[in-house]
């Protein structure tokens, strides 16, 4: 079989829509970080910033996310609040997507593909509990001195694999976030041209990701709120699993994702030959600008 090329690459995702190609190509000009509330507070994170020289400007959507230049993250790493762990750098998809969980304070959330446990943490300040699951050793062990680190008390940890949760804990959970595991395209460096790219890679991380969706919301109450989220632009990876996911359970829904973001696309009704649920358009697909990588999510409800 032939090596894929970058044009391979380029022509899929023209189809999917023209501008992918052109964002994911464009050099970042920015970076985005959250203040840990477990550490600090919003006001002493700025002001100490601010008396190291950075100006970083507020993201209108959250109070607690901001945004910096490209040029200031090696020095922001330096910073004392980097240092201490009062702030978290983490993609703003990333923070949307988990701020798009509606959690009350006395849930209980799963995050059932959860390294490094960037949207855990997110939960914790939200929720009662988090359960924050991850198969991968090193990365749960890496997850684990995170949450240590970050001083988030309510996250039970879990080296898991996720597939078969929902047969320990049937609707167990509040709420459930599955950011599965996926070919990752959004993290593709062009410049670089293709290194691990392939569409088999998409077809073996679909398979997969059905199996997880599956767990995801058998370990869901009832009435209960959960979100599939990928890094990637390929609707097998994407619409697909959610509707594999609908045609299999009449009882799932899409739930609206509300936002103000300008640079959204609506879910796909029909890909390749195959033609998808109607409902799957209120799901999204953001597009790579500025800080926010892209990134792919749909709301689901139960019942
Ligand atoms: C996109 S990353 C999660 C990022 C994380 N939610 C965050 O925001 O910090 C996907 C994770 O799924 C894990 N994973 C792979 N196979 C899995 C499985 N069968 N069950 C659960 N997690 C799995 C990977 O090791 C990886 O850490």
Same mark, same amino acid.
């Given at each position: 079989?032939?090596?894929?090329?970058?044009?391979?690459?380029?022509?899929?995702?023209?189809?999917?829509? $023209?501008?992918?190609?052109?964002?994911?190509?464009?050099?970042?000009? !920015?970076?985005? &970080?959250?203040?840990?509330?477990?550490?600090?507070?919003? =006001?002493?994170?700025?002001?100490?910033?601010?008396? *190291?020289? &950075?100006? $970083?400007?507020?993201?209108?959507?959250?109070?607690?996310?901001?945004?910096?230049?490209?040029?200031?993250?090696?020095?922001?790493?330096?910073?004392s609040p980097y240092t201490n762990n009062e702030i978290y750098i983490q993609n703003l998809s990333s923070i949307f997507a988990a701020y798009s969980l509606d959690i009350?304070?006395?849930?209980?959330?799963?995050?059932?593909?959860?390294?490094?446990?960037?949207?855990?943490?997110?939960?914790?300040?939200?929720?009662?509990?988090?359960?924050?699951? *991850?198969?991968?050793?090193?990365?749960?062990?890496?997850?684990?001195?995170?949450?240590?680190?970050? &001083?988030?008390?309510?996250?039970?940890?879990?080296?898991?694999?996720?597939?078969?949760?929902?047969?320990?804990?049937? *609707?167990?959970?509040?709420?459930?976030?599955? =950011?599965?595991?996926? %070919? %990752?395209?959004?993290?593709?460096?062009?410049?670089?041209?293709? @290194?691990?790219?392939?569409?088999?890679?998409? !077809?073996?991380?679909?398979?997969?990701?059905?199996?997880?969706?599956?767990?995801?919301?058998?370990?869901?109450?009832?009435?209960?709120?959960?979100?599939?989220? @990928?890094? @990637?632009?390929? $609707?097998?990876e994407n619409e697909a699993v959610v509707d594999f996911l609908l045609k299999r359970y009449k009882e799932a829904k899409i739930v609206p994702i509300k936002h103000d973001? =300008?640079?959204?696309?609506?879910?796909?009704?029909?890909?390749?030959?195959?033609?998808?649920?109607?409902?799957?358009?209120?799901?999204?697909?953001?597009? $790579?600008?500025?800080?926010?990588?892209?990134?792919?999510?749909?709301?689901?409800?139960?019942?």
């Amino acid at each position: 079989m032939a090596k894929p090329t970058l044009d391979d690459l380029k022509r899929r995702l023209d189809e999917i829509n $023209p501008d992918i190609f052109p964002l994911l190509s464009a050099p970042k000009e !920015y970076f985005s &970080f959250r203040v840990n509330l477990n550490r600090s507070s919003v =006001d002493s994170v700025l002001k100490k910033l601010k008396e *190291e020289g &950075f100006n $970083p400007k507020e993201v209108s959507w959250c109070g607690e996310a901001f945004i910096l230049p490209i040029e200031n993250r090696e020095s922001l790493v330096k910073s004392s609040p980097y240092t201490n762990n009062e702030i978290y750098i983490q993609n703003l998809s990333s923070i949307f997507a988990a701020y798009s969980l509606d959690i009350k304070p006395h849930y209980w959330v799963l995050d059932l593909a959860a390294a490094p446990g960037g949207k855990s943490l997110i939960f914790s300040q939200k929720a009662n509990k988090v359960s924050a699951v *991850e198969p991968n050793r090193e990365r749960f062990f890496r997850m684990k001195r995170n949450f240590k680190e970050s &001083f988030a008390k309510n996250i039970q940890t879990y080296n898991k694999d996720g597939r078969f949760v929902y047969k320990a804990c049937p *609707e167990f959970f509040d709420a459930v976030f599955l =950011d599965a595991p996926c %070919s %990752s395209e959004s993290h593709i460096d062009v410049k670089k041209g293709i @290194t691990w790219w392939s569409e088999r890679r998409i !077809y073996r991380f679909a398979k997969l990701q059905k199996q997880l969706i599956i767990s995801a919301f058998e370990s869901l109450k009832s009435g209960g709120e959960m979100i599939y989220a @990928t890094c @990637t632009f390929a $609707p097998e990876e994407n619409e697909a699993v959610v509707d594999f996911l609908l045609k299999r359970y009449k009882e799932a829904k899409i739930v609206p994702i509300k936002h103000d973001l =300008d640079h959204t696309q609506n879910g796909l009704l029909s890909w390749r030959g195959e033609e998808y649920d109607i409902s799957l358009k209120d799901t999204i697909r953001i597009l $790579p600008k500025g800080a926010f990588s892209g990134f792919y999510m749909a709301k689901i409800r139960k019942g």
